[in-house]
């Protein structure tokens, strides 16, 4: 049996999290979330995370922040970082995008979408099929 990637859900809205984490596991991954991110970081960072789904705003330290912290880190320089927003503000994904996010979903998105867009970054193109 191969071990399944561990994705980490950043997110203040319970809800959110919740329907993301969910989406995740049924999709094939392990998940660990948190309505905040220090504490979550540094938990898993010796579990190498395939991929880091990251709300932007949120009380205290910005998703942004957060991003650019997790940046600078050993271990998250290369792990894709999922930027996930309900702003409609170009601005704050340029922002996101230009502090080192990976790409970015805007809410509301489906499982469907957050599945695929999870798989299509950790994997290359050329490797075997994920069905949903």
Same mark, same amino acid.
Do not use: N
């Given at each position: @049996?191969?071990?399944?990637? $561990? ?6 809205d319970?809800?959110m ?9 049924e999709?094939g ?6 309505e ?11 579990? %190498?995370?395939? #991929? +880091?789904?990251?709300?932007v705003? @949120?009380p *205290? ?5 957060? $991003? !650019? !912290? ?5 271990? *998250?320089?290369?792990?894709? +970082? +999922? #930027?996930?927003?309900?702003e ?5 994904? +340029? ?9 970015? @979903? ?6 469907v ?8 970054? #950790?994997?290359?193109?050329e490797?075997?099929?994920f %069905?949903?």
């Amino acid at each position: @049996m191969t071990s399944r990637p $561990l994705a980490l859900v950043i997110d203040d809205d319970t809800l959110m999290l919740e329907f993301v984490s969910t989406a995740l596991e049924e999709g094939g991954f392990d998940v660990e979330t948190a309505e905040d991110a220090q504490r979550l970081l540094a938990d898993v960072q010796d579990r %190498h995370p395939a #991929i +880091v789904f990251l709300d932007v705003r @949120m009380p *205290g330290e910005t998703g942004i922040e957060v $991003l !650019r !912290r997790l940046r600078v880190s050993d271990w *998250g320089r290369e792990v894709p +970082v +999922v #930027i996930m927003t309900g702003e409609r503000r170009l601005d704050r994904v +340029v922002e996101a995008m230009s502090a080192g996010a990976t790409t970015y @979903m805007m809410k509301p998105f489906t499982p469907v979408q957050l599945v695929l867009r999870a798989r299509e970054l #950790i994997q290359p193109r050329e490797s075997g099929s994920f %069905h949903y």
